[in-house]
DNA sequence: CAATTGAGTGAGTCCGGTCTCACTCTACCA
DNA sequence: TGGTAGAGTGAGACCGGACTCACTCAATTG
């Protein structure tokens, strides 16, 4: 079982045709199942092609029938196991629906995404699931859609893209509910701390940033702020904290600050591991001198001490939508709203107390 | 730039062909890029393509050429993040070289495996990096191989399958000197809790397991107690323990023996999570109660308190060689041994102590 | 019993590219 | 200046399936 049947041509349909004694066309429907074929010729065929190891070319199939039966997913990292949780959300749904799917990871580059776009459509993918590293720029997804392929944007909208179908949590709502929740113990100096770069010009209030997600969360922040009647509620908005030592240098110069913050909320999982390592490296502890709050509920969340107070995301769900969304797209079933919005929730646990120099005393 | 462009015939070589006012072979020429084309046509060939909107079609291109440009990986679980690390090191790789990546998720189940290596064999993948879910049902790989793709092996190898090439860490050395190092410390009763079924009979010190990675572990755990005349060394093996619940119950039941073990080593991060999460249920305390080792090492287990020792891989490396390697094996440039072996190191934190009832006193 | 139906089959076209081959035309060389 | 090399081009075969169409032949029907 080596070497020698090995960098043979492949078999053809033609070739168990010869073998079965049938017309290709014949061998083809049978092998395809989709014409009329007789028991007897069935048989034979099977026999045939399983003697000769065939092995249908779906290029080859894919090409005739239009269809490739694969739906091509662009996120902007699966090392994030936010990324990691809705590909498999994704993945389980595509394959029960008996469709395959293809990756690629963009680091959240926008010329990585065009050219993943690229790849997929000379791929002939019947459909994309994309996580839109910018708002705006969004000339190859309008590409995409009229290229005629069905497109479910995951976790994040743009602009300017029409009747396109969005599948993401309702991250403004949750935000300014945490926000609120810091706001009622106390809290008036709350952070916030993102991965995402904010391009040229220093944030203001109002700004639309370059990730619909993000942007909604610093919306929901500073709105709860702002109905708090705190001023000047966006200074501790921190953006473009890369995981690893970004993060770190933006947490150290947050609390190093004269008036640093007295919570912080970071905007996923990879941060805020970079944001708690760093508080612990300046000597400083949640929640006595510092609340915390992430993004995202893993349970190494509840390992830590103090197990911390998340924002839980359906993310699993959110996949499963956007996967169901967009094969029912390529198979002409138009269902319900374009746009899905997932609720997420706080959870309460012991990462958030008042602030240190205020000093209320309630629970 | 909406409706109406949507649903038409692709853009062919053809169109552009006559548009530009060439033949088809030139114009197909300049636009794969292949032939010799003057200048003059180039030109007029490229502004065709671009007032046509001409996108080539991968799949009729790879037919042809017999080459896809795509890596197919099959893994067992993304959302586990040691493979969401090594997909990463796999798509940097192959995205430099040219390639395209399509993923496929197994869930650990042979029969989703067998299936994932035909679809990407009918998608003609130019070659295969897989996690092979089981150590001796084997056939679907040897079918790869028969049909003249390059197969790489990632994390794991099999048994009957001659000179397959396969990346993996040295697990049964990294295992031994982290059982050594609780043996020091004067650990006899130690526990190795793995996700691995190990189907029908119990387990008896020397079978080969599912898995060779886990395999390899036992193994190594098993050497040094044996060497350090630890009876009954088995004893404290548990399979099977699947994320969730099934880890939980297992810890519980091994925390419940009149004789429990005195240290715990988990398999997979995932698996320590549910071990730790249990453990503090049953108010035992690492390391006073138990001392504790898991494989893998990310950020959050420095957070938590204490901080745990862990094993180490060097899990993007291992994707960025396995990917290496099949891109050479696909253009024909053979390179080194086929077996790649990546130490892992043992990183000494705070979660290992002595045994409690031992009592021994060193630093 | 002639007419109708449709299951079963084969011949051949088509999908959208690549590639081979023959041919033209210019440039260079002895 | 005749010969040749090679760049540039077009016609058409080909990759491996799906699909259209024409045809056969047995079963059904009025």
Redesign the interface.
């Known amino acids: 079982?080596?070497e020698p049947?090995?960098?043979?041509r492949?078999v053809t349909v033609a070739d168990v045709a010869r073998e079965a004694k049938v017309a290709k066309a014949t061998a083809a429907r049978s092998l395809g199942g989709y014409g009329a074929v007789s028991d007897d010729v069935r048989q034979r065929v099977q026999a045939a092609a399983e003697a000769l190891?065939y092995?249908?070319?779906?290029?080859?199939?894919?090409?005739n029938t239009g269809r490739?039966n694969?739906i091509g997913v662009i996120v902007g990292?699966?090392?994030?196991?936010y990324f990691?949780?809705a590909?498999?959300g994704i993945?389980?749904t595509a394959?029960a629906a008996g469709y395959?799917?293809?990756?690629?990871?963009t680091g959240e580059q926008l010329d990585?995404e065009i050219d993943a776009a690229?790849?997929f459509?000379?791929?002939?993918v019947d459909g994309f699931i994309v996580a839109p590293a910018s708002f705006t720029l969004t000339d190859h997804l309008?590409d995409i859609?009229?290229?005629?392929r069905p497109l479910v944007l995951l976790d994040r909208h743009v602009a300017n893209l029409?009747d396109v179908d969005v599948i993401e949590v309702d991250n403004e709502k949750v935000a300014h509910a945490a926000a609120q929740h810091l706001i009622d113990r106390g809290h008036e100096r709350i952070a916030f701390i993102t991965t995402l770069e904010l391009g040229s010009n220093p944030y203001q209030a109002g700004d639309e940033l370059g990730v619909s997600s993000v942007s909604a969360r610093v919306n929901g922040i500073l709105a709860a702020m702002n109905t708090a009647g705190v001023d000047n509620s966006e200074r501790y908005l921190r953006f473009g904290a890369n995981s690893g030592s970004g993060v770190k240098g933006v947490t150290r110069e947050l609390m190093q600050l004269e008036e640093p913050p007295t919570a912080i909320i970071a905007s996923d999982s990879l941060i805020a591991?970079?944001v708690?390592?760093e508080l612990?490296e300046l000597g400083l502890t949640v929640p006595d001198d510092v609340s915390f709050i992430m993004f995202d509920d893993?349970?190494?969340a509840?390992?830590?001490?103090p197990a911390l107070t998340v924002i839980a995301q359906p993310v699993y769900e959110v996949g499963v939508a956007a996967a169901t969304r967009l094969i029912a797209r390529i198979e002409g079933r138009v269902t319900g709203e374009p746009i899905q919005v997932f609720p997420a929730a706080l959870v309460h646990r012991k990462s958030v107390a008042p602030p240190r120099v205020v000093g209320r005393d309630d629970a």
């Open positions: 079982m080596n049947t090995a960098r043979r492949d190891g092995h249908a070319n779906g290029l080859a199939r894919s090409m490739s694969t990292d699966i090392e994030n196991p990691g949780l590909m498999r993945t389980d394959k395959d799917v293809i990756l690629a990871n990585a690229r790849v459509v000379e791929k002939r309008s859609m009229h290229s005629g029409d591991m970079g708690l390592g612990r893993f349970e190494w509840t390992l830590i001490s």
